[in-house]
């Protein structure tokens, strides 16, 4: 490791050692959810299963509660409920990377891992430069930068970044987000045989192409996947304005169904589908494990004109990734469930086969908590609507005659009601995960997602139903689950 390189790793510890009693006494912070020591999480970055331990690296930026030049924290786990922090994989030391080292991918070759992350420059005249770098491991720890592999490519502005690389029939293949030098956003596609040396393909996807229009003014964090013989472009567009229920956040995550021609680089889509519907989701990214299963994490968080008035920010920490979900296709729709290893952090069960509403506030006996998983099945909804209140600051409600289905929460900046609304065919299913300041909501085995944070009194712990009808719940407690931390004075856990 270089010397800048340590002297900016060793700051990012001591800031983590100084802040340590200050965030894990928070009482908003997360049982079950993967966050930052310190500062500011966004992205999740470098998914990959590698010598048998998933990896999930992360943006970070330790020294604020706030974006500025991100490293990449690192954690390591063999069934994504048990963690171990690693050390910083990646810290902004060098000229090609000096303001951040931005999101990216993983991939295994050979027997060694490589990150694959853009280097963000910002000039003294106020100009952007972008590199596509690579940094090798071969224990999945310690890594060795070895520069830029891309550099900016004619036709684009400087905002190209997020290289996600994958294998496919004996070649490389890398997809890009970009932005066209006419302010369009748009997703790229490289190929190379070495992981070294790339080469443009083509435009995959963009706003003007495939009968687009007006959808976003840069594309973020694209990754290409394959579900049930069909690729899937899930991508984050920045730009797109609200048009009813869809559109709501400042920044919008989604994908598109198709078939991409690799020679060609003609990817035929449909229709741009939004992957959770909530307040606070972003950036997601996907792997493979071994056992064959596509799983996402993303970013629960979003940058906007809340973001600086989150209450965790006194404690010196903000934002956290959602809880892993592995996605299935089903016709042109991606379906998302948590995860079966989740169930390993589940405890005192407590259900009730025919639970019965008649209108009036009700709390079933024993279901009430702030770290709970809840199973609403064969639900029969009455007489216009169904709802579920949330430890007194947050509320889901179901609309039986219009078939649309809200999340409401309170503002973080005013206070005041805000909601997020779907269409749904009808409600069968509801599987809820509450953590101490989250809620991620799966309507229907996964048809919808709603991903949220929420910040209720610490000591309320209430759950209240309302409506006409009758359901099977049952309801579990979830344990914290255990990371290992890293011990940055002794260089080892």
């Not at 590698?50 to 930026?61: C, E, I, L, M, R």
């Not at 409600?427 to 799966?442: A, G, H, K, P, T």
Request: charged content about 25%; glycine content about 10%; proline content about 4%.
């Amino acid at each position: 490791m270089a010397e800048k390189e340590a002297l900016l790793v060793q700051k990012a510890y001591e800031e983590i050692e100084k802040n340590k009693v200050l965030v894990e006494n928070d009482p908003y912070r997360l049982n079950y959810h993967l966050m930052p020591p310190v500062g500011l999480l966004n992205d999740p970055n470098g998914l990959v299963q590698y010598k048998g331990s998933y990896h999930v690296f992360y943006q970070w930026n330790p020294f604020e509660t706030a974006h500025g030049a991100k490293f990449w924290g690192h954690y390591s786990s063999r069934d994504m409920v048990h963690w171990r922090e690693e050390p910083i994989a990646l810290a902004p030391s060098e000229w090609y990377e000096r303001n951040g080292c931005y999101s990216g991918s993983a991939v295994e070759w050979e027997g060694k891992l490589y990150l694959f992350y853009t280097g963000n420059v910002k000039l003294d005249d106020g100009t952007r430069e972008t590199y596509q770098c690579v940094a090798v491991s071969g224990d999945g720890v310690h890594f060795e930068k070895k520069g830029p592999v891309l550099k900016l490519p004619e036709g684009y502005t400087a905002h190209f970044r997020d290289p996600k690389v994958w294998w496919k029939d004996g070649r490389w293949y890398m997809v890009i987000g970009a932005q066209t030098l006419n302010g369009k956003g748009a997703t790229v596609l490289f190929s190379s045989d070495n992981l070294l040396s790339w080469t443009e393909t083509g435009l995959i996807a963009g706003d003007g192409m495939n009968g687009l229009s007006d959808f976003g003014y840069m594309w973020e964090c694209p990754d290409l996947i394959r579900l049930s013989g069909k690729d899937v472009l899930l991508v984050s567009p920045q730009g797109l304005d609200p048009s009813g229920h869809f559109y709501n956040n400042l920044f919008q995550s989604g994908y598109f169904v198709g078939q991409l021609d690799y020679e060609t680089a003609q990817f035929m889509h449909g229709t741009f589908t939004e992957l959770d519907r909530g307040f606070d989701f972003y950036a997601p990214q996907t792997f493979v494990d071994d056992k064959g299963r596509t799983i996402l994490y993303g970013w629960m968080g979003i940058t906007d004109e809340n973001e600086p008035h989150q209450p965790t920010l006194a404690n010196r920490w903000v934002h956290a990734l959602t809880i892993p979900r592995e996605l299935n296709l089903r016709g042109e729709k991606v379906y998302q469930r948590p995860i079966d290893e989740l169930s390993m952090l589940r405890k005192n069960r407590i259900e009730y086969k025919d639970a019965e509403l008649a209108g009036p506030a009700t709390e079933f006996n024993g279901v009430k908590g702030k770290s709970v998983e809840l199973l609403l099945d064969t639900m029969r909804v009455e007489f216009g609507g169904f709802r579920i209140r949330f430890r007194g600051e947050a509320e889901l409600f179901y609309d039986s005659d219009k078939r649309e289905i809200s999340l409401i929460r309170k503002n973080f900046k005013s206070g005041e009601p805000e909601r997020r609304t779907c269409e749904i065919s009808g409600l069968s299913q509801l599987r809820i995960y509450m953590d101490n300041s989250s809620l991620e909501v799966f309507v229907n085995e996964g048809e919808e997602v709603f991903s949220a944070r929420y910040f209720p009194k610490p000591e309320n712990e209430t759950i209240i139903f309302y409506g006409m009808g009758n359901f099977s719940l049952a309801k579990w407690d979830l344990e914290k689950m255990s990371i290992e931390r890293y011990n940055f004075q002794r260089g080892a856990l």
